[in-house]
């Protein structure tokens, strides 16, 4: 299969070209297609014609879609429309990454597919209506949906490395580290997802998906788990959202069930903290 992978450099595509194997893929990074441009994506889609494109480019430090809409917009919701139209032309199928951000948080008991979406800020509003336009266009595709990601590669979009890597710093640099303890999720190891999406796409079982690891967690808990983990002594304090102001508004809640991939049996994510375990293994620092 010739797969397609936007946004190749990042965290996510950086481990989708190494799991699905340099042969198999055509990986395009930000100087080589802008999504935001229509004409650009109609000319990729029709000279290079893959089976499969996935789409991990978004606009998605979620205080700077506040303060920019149109250009959370432009990424997020006309980038993925351009695809989509492009996919329908040449024949291929598309599958995009979204967030557990399309959903507001009330609810207390993990998120299924079909749960009615309600984002609380301009990113996951943009990121929910790419979904939108993806489900309204193209009839092959698979929308995945994930929630904090860590791993290998650097996030881009987030300066400082991974999640993981910001909090070693801050353990160099810093007497006290206060994580917040009032948003719950499952960090998802970026290895894990993309093996998932390997395994996924050779279903041909379109639609909407939910892969994150199990489990969950706060950040709190998060980074005490990176600490353990790593026999570290940290002055960890757990503190709350509102030590740390934000223009977004972030849902408190955001765990996501993998209830699709279940009735497909075909979910191979493990525990968050298993993962965790192995990505610290794969970045030789345990
Ligand atoms: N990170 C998380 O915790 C998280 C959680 C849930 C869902 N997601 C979703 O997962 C996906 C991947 O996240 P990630 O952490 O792998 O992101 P990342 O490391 O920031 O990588 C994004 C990639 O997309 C490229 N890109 C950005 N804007 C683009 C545009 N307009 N046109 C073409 N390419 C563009 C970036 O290139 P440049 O850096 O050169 O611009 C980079 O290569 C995103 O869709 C995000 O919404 C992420």
Not at 114 to 139: C, M, Q, W
């Amino acid at each position: 299969m010739r797969i397609m992978v936007i946004g190749a450099n990042g965290q996510l595509g950086s481990e989708l070209v190494g799991v699905l194997g340099e042969e198999e893929t055509i990986p395009l990074i930000h100087s080589d297609l802008e999504i935001k441009k229509e004409p650009q994506v109609r000319k990729v889609l029709r000279d290079f014609t893959p089976e499969l494109v996935i789409n991990t480019a978004a606009f998605h430090v979620v205080a700077e879609c506040e303060k920019n809409d149109l250009e959370a917009f432009q990424v997020n919701a006309l980038g993925v429309k351009y695809l989509a139209l492009a996919c329908k032309k040449y024949g291929s199928t598309l599958l995009h990454i979204s967030t557990d951000y399309i959903f507001d948080g009330l609810k207390r008991t993990p998120y299924i597919e079909t749960d009615v979406p309600n984002p609380l800020n301009v990113y996951g509003i943009t990121k929910l209506a790419g979904e939108h336009y993806l489900r309204s266009i193209l009839e092959e595709h698979f929308i995945v949906r994930t929630t904090g990601l860590f791993g290998i590669h650097t996030c881009r979009a987030k300066k400082g490395g991974s999640f993981v890597d910001l909090m070693l710093r801050l353990a160099k640099e810093r007497d006290e580290i206060r994580v917040v303890d009032d948003q719950i999720l499952t960090p998802t190891y970026t290895l894990d997802l993309a093996n998932q999406i390997k395994t996924l796409i050779t279903t041909r079982n379109y639609g909407t998906y939910h892969a994150t690891n199990g489990g969950q967690c706060s950040w709190y808990d998060f980074t005490k788990a990176i600490f353990d983990l790593l026999n570290m002594e940290i002055n960890l304090k757990r503190t709350s959202s509102t030590e740390f102001p934000s223009p977004a508004k972030r849902p408190s809640y955001s765990v996501l069930e993998n209830r699709a991939l279940k009735l497909l049996g075909i979910d191979k994510m493990r525990d968050w903290k298993e993962a965790l375990a192995a990505c610290l293994k794969e970045k030789r620092i345990i």
